[in-house]
Nanobody, 117 residues
Framework: QVQFAESGGGLVQPGGSLRLTCTVS????????MGWYRQSPGKERELVAR???????KLNKFVRDRISVSRVNANNTVILQLNNLEPEDTALYLC???????????WGQGTQVTVSS
């Protein structure tokens, strides 16, 4: 069984910053990609950022100048830094990972980010 510990979401004013942290524990095995997706009502789930165990990243091109992603392999933790947040960034942010050598994807329950004045 796999457990997710996601934190860092909340209400922030436009222009503010948030740091989202996700730690995976339990029977995850070796993890390949870890990352964050987001979903808001009426929209499809989209990738925000992901990072593999070697530090190779893939960032959403629409927000890449306002985000950074990092990872601590030793404890299966991925960190997403969101800067200069805009109301359009409001969404449920979901942590996800792929086990090494598998196309399966596991999902956390998410942490809500709301950007509003």
């Amino acid at each position: 069984q796999v457990q997710f510990a996601e934190s860092g979401g909340g209400l922030v004013q436009p222009g503010g910053s948030l740091r989202l942290t996700c730690t995976v524990s339990g029977n995850s095995g070796r993890i390949d990609f870890m990352g964050w997706y987001r979903q808001s009502p009426g929209k499809e789930r989209e990738l925000v950022a992901r990072i593999n165990e070697d530090g190779l990243t893939k960032l959403n091109k629409f927000v890449r100048d306002r985000i950074s992603v990092s990872r601590v392999n030793a404890n299966n933790t991925v960190i997403l830094q969101l800067n200069n947040l805009e109301p359009e960034d409001t969404a449920l942010y979901l942590c996800s990972f792929n086990p090494h050598g598998s196309s399966d994807r596991y999902w956390g329950q998410g942490t809500q980010v709301t950007v509003s004045s």
